[in-house]
């Protein structure tokens, strides 16, 4: 399955390089993206890194629109440097002018969210419940401190973990 995706990634550079009468560097490619993003260009390592789950489930668009997107921040990088924003009128005009994609800034694919478990802290204030986030939990274990904004008081846990 990557296979088609590393080989619509060479299309891209191809088409690149046509347009603009020049070769480009080719780009280290990972799969090991995961997440809500389809893909992520990394400009000063020159790599792709794409979301095979999402690949797998929006195959069609991603291989036409998607990566065409990342190759393109690439694309702009190398032509244009460092001083351009990143979906600004350079990565624009690549997509339209060289791919002849619409330049979408995000994609709409749907993405599943994980559950997540929230460490449920209190203070004496009533109806006071401060759900953090394992991180945030095991820097308290670890010795932090987080007071309430109220009543200046130190949160503590209160044994409670909620799934969300």
């Not at 690149?16 to 993003?37: C, D, I, N, Y």
């Not at 190759?71 to 001083?83: P, S, Y």
Request: aromatic share 10%; hydrophobic share 35%.
């Amino acid at each position: 399955m990557p296979e088609l995706l590393r080989h619509r990634v060479e299309t891209c550079y191809q088409q690149a390089e046509a347009f603009f009468k020049r070769p480009f560097p080719r780009a280290e490619v990972s799969f090991k993206l995961r997440g809500q993003k389809a893909g992520v260009a990394h400009l000063h390592e020159n790599l792709l890194r794409f979301n095979l789950q999402l690949y797998r489930e929006n195959s069609e668009d991603f291989l036409r629109q998607t990566v065409a997107h990342e190759v393109a921040h690439l694309v702009a990088h190398q032509v244009f440097g460092d001083r351009i924003q990143p979906h600004g009128q350079e990565w624009q005009a690549i997509m339209r002018g060289v791919y002849e994609l619409p330049a979408q800034r995000c994609h709409n694919y749907a993405v599943k969210r994980r559950s997540t478990q929230r460490y449920i802290y209190r203070c004496p204030c009533p109806d006071s419940d401060f759900p953090f986030t394992a991180q945030r939990h095991t820097l308290v274990r670890q010795g932090r401190r987080y007071l309430c904004r109220r009543c200046r008081a130190t949160l503590v846990f209160s044994g409670e973990i909620r799934v969300e």
